[in-house]
Nanobody, 124 residues
């Protein structure tokens, strides 16, 4: 699966951004797609995932502010991010897994395919 992210940018604290992840080469009816982020000097962390049944999981840091959604016809997953804060500054990556089993644990090693990332910068 090839993944292409877009939608990153620079916003002020309290602002919003909507990230998109378009997938190509998708095969099979069961899949999981996730958003991860990595700030300089920190480990990559899971933000949110959605699977082929529409089930979602969020990291505590994303609950109430971020929303993950999908457009199956367009093979696209979105991450709507509201009330962004400086600590949300990171490179955001889209990831894909062809099974659903463990993807809701939000662990990066469970995902096989990765996009190149899109930068999100939030200033105070």
């Amino acid at each position: 699966v090839q993944l292409q992210e877009s939608g990153g940018g620079s916003v002020q604290s309290g602002g919003s951004l909507r990230l998109s992840c378009v997938a190509s080469g998708v095969a099979g009816s069961k899949w999981c797609r996730g958003w991860f982020r990595q700030a300089p000097g920190k480990e990559r962390e899971g933000v949110a995932v959605i699977d082929s049944d529409g089930v979602t999981t969020y990291a505590d840091s994303a609950k109430g502010r971020f929303a993950i959604s999908r457009d199956i016809a367009k093979n696209t997953v979105f991450l709507q991010m509201n009330n962004l804060q400086p600590e949300d500054t990171a490179m955001y990556y889209c990831a894909a897994e062809t099974s659903v089993g463990s993807c809701h644990a939000l662990e990066a090693p469970d995902f096989v395919d990765w996009g190149q990332g899109t930068q999100v910068t939030v200033s105070s």
